[in-house]
């Protein structure tokens, strides 16, 4: 805000902008900048409520800063004869109204509670808010770009060619109004979309979030292929909504109407393949979905081939800024097909991933229901069963699908009043995590027993590890062999075994639970 008070007048000229609009537009800029930061909560507000799902909040809140903006305006600028700095005045004070409603609905009480904890910087938030919200960044300062090269170019190129300035920066006034209309329209359709994409990709619901974007996508089709076909038919009456100029002015707009906003329909998908990428976490896809038309495409495209055709016939640059748009919307089309067609080949095959898992998850059930039936008939008088135990003896992360396999099978032995016990090797992968994976115990192989070549420090390393993660020590020995004599054969085997005993006395784990 202060950066765009301070410096209002070279900005301002960054848009080719002369005489008394420049000197109106620094003042607009001026007093709106004020309100900046009452804007930028206000959006902070606004992405909150619509997360926890009650997007009518804000729909509402931001609806009465309009009315408040719209009623305060024929007041300011014609009661007051403010002018120009009556319009910006009735804006500013629009945006902080909405600010002190947001503020006000978000502590109330049942709203949203705030603490001191609430302000504390968390690193690994900060990162995920960087992230995920670096899209959006991308896609507000391709806007910006795209702004100040499409004026930079026509005041230039505008200039040399039989329209003058003037004409195409009006009708590209005219043209951004127009397209904003389309594309907020599109925009509330894909927002609405965000949370429902978000909610089940989390959930895993590979089918739903297939489901939602259909839906979303061919609402933004219809309402982008619509709009398109009434911009192509009658781009007169579209014009004449916002007033009306000479022959050279009906000539260039219907012409800049039909050229730059022919191809707006891809325009509108790529903010569809952006804001559904950012809502589901895939913050690099939605970067270049959201740098592909704008910056990688638009700006050297209207600047090449500008030049190119002012080179080639005096005073046709100007048609370099009109074919720039559905060029780069040809190119982007591309880039988005591939991302979005390669991401949901994927989904495709996590989905099948999915039903892999769900047939393990009966197929287990039905391995604990077997054995719980088994035990029951088998007469054991001198036995109780207590506990499972998950036989992998070490974690494969990369298996997305095992940590819930592990949920599954805990709850379910836990629903029948048992415990899941978990006995991993002396350091096995996962070990330190066997609290969090939901073991109701862990017993920790010391490996001494298998092999000569052990050391018995592995025991006490054992014991150390087991006493700080809260563990048990599994006791090992190999089968007792016996000569005809009934002497000990494997004689060194039951002395490992005895000095398991003597450590465990030692260290205390012989006081907990023990497995062997």
Request: glycine share 6%; charged share 20%; proline share 2%.
């Amino acid at each position: 805000a202060t950066t765009l008070f301070v410096f209002a007048t070279p900005i301002i000229n960054l848009y080719g902008l002369e005489g008394h609009i420049a000197h109106d537009a620094v003042s607009y800029l001026r007093i709106v900048s004020t309100a900046f930061p009452f804007v930028f909560m206000s959006a902070a507000f606004t992405g909150i409520f619509n997360a926890s799902g009650r997007s009518k909040i804000p729909f509402t809140i931001n609806g009465l800063g309009l009315a408040i903006n719209m009623v305060l305006d024929p007041l300011f600028i014609f009661v007051f004869d403010w002018g120009i700095a009556g319009a910006a005045w009735a804006t500013a004070i629009g945006q902080v109204s909405s600010f002190i409603m947001c503020a006000i609905y978000f502590l109330k009480p049942k709203s949203f509670k705030l603490s001191k904890e609430s302000f504390k910087l968390d690193k690994k938030i900060i990162a995920n808010v960087i992230t995920l919200g670096s899209a959006t960044f991308v896609t507000q300062i391709s806007v910006a770009v795209l702004t100040v090269v499409s004026n930079m170019t026509l005041a230039k190129y505008g200039d040399l060619s039989i329209y003058g300035k003037d004409i195409p920066i009006s009708v590209f006034s005219i043209q951004t109004k127009v397209y904003t209309i389309v594309y907020s329209i599109v925009t509330g359709i894909v927002l609405g979309g965000q949370p429902i994409f978000g909610y089940n990709f989390g959930a895993k619901k590979f089918d739903r979030v297939k489901e939602a974007y259909k839906k979303v996508l061919i609402l933004t089709l219809i309402v982008s292929i619509t709009s398109t076909l009434i911009i192509q038919f009658f781009p007169e009456f579209v014009i004449s909504i916002f007033g009306s100029g000479d022959s050279l002015y009906h000539e260039f707009a219907v012409k800049s109407f039909r050229i730059y906003l022919s191809l707006m329909t891809i325009t509108c998908l790529v903010k569809l393949t952006a804001v559904f990428f950012q809502s589901i976490g895939k913050s690099i896809r939605a970067v270049v979905a959201s740098l592909i038309r704008d910056i990688v495409c638009f700006t050297p495209v209207v600047i090449i081939l500008s030049s190119i055709l002012e080179k080639k016939d005096v005073g046709s640059g100007i048609n370099g800024i009109l074919y720039a748009a559905p060029i780069s919307d040809f190119i982007s089309i591309f880039v988005v097909l591939i991302l979005t067609v390669t991401f949901f080949k994927k989904l495709n095959n996590n989905n099948r991933k999915e039903v892999v898992t769900v047939d393990e998850e009966k197929a287990l059930k039905w391995l604990i229901d077997e054995y719980i039936r088994r035990y029951n008939e088998g007469g054991y008088d001198h036995t109780e069963l207590k506990a499972f135990y998950w036989f992998e003896e070490q974690i494969t992360y990369s298996d997305s699908h095992e940590e819930e396999l592990i949920a599954f099978v805990r709850d379910y032995v836990h629903e029948k009043g048992y415990k899941l016990f978990w006995i991993p090797y002396f350091k096995a992968v996962g070990y330190h995590d066997w609290k969090r994976l939901g073991f109701d115990v862990a017993c920790m192989q010391p490996n001494y027993a298998f092999g000569d070549d052990r050391k018995v420090e592995l025991i006490y390393e054992t014991a150390k590890i087991a006493k700080e993660l809260g563990m048990c020590v599994e006791l090992e020995i190999t089968g007792i062999k016996l000569d005809e004599n009934g002497n000990v054969v494997n004689v060194k085997d039951v002395e490992k075994f005895i000095e398991y005993l003597e450590i465990g006395a030692e260290t205390g784990y012989m006081n907990t639970i023990k497995m062997y």
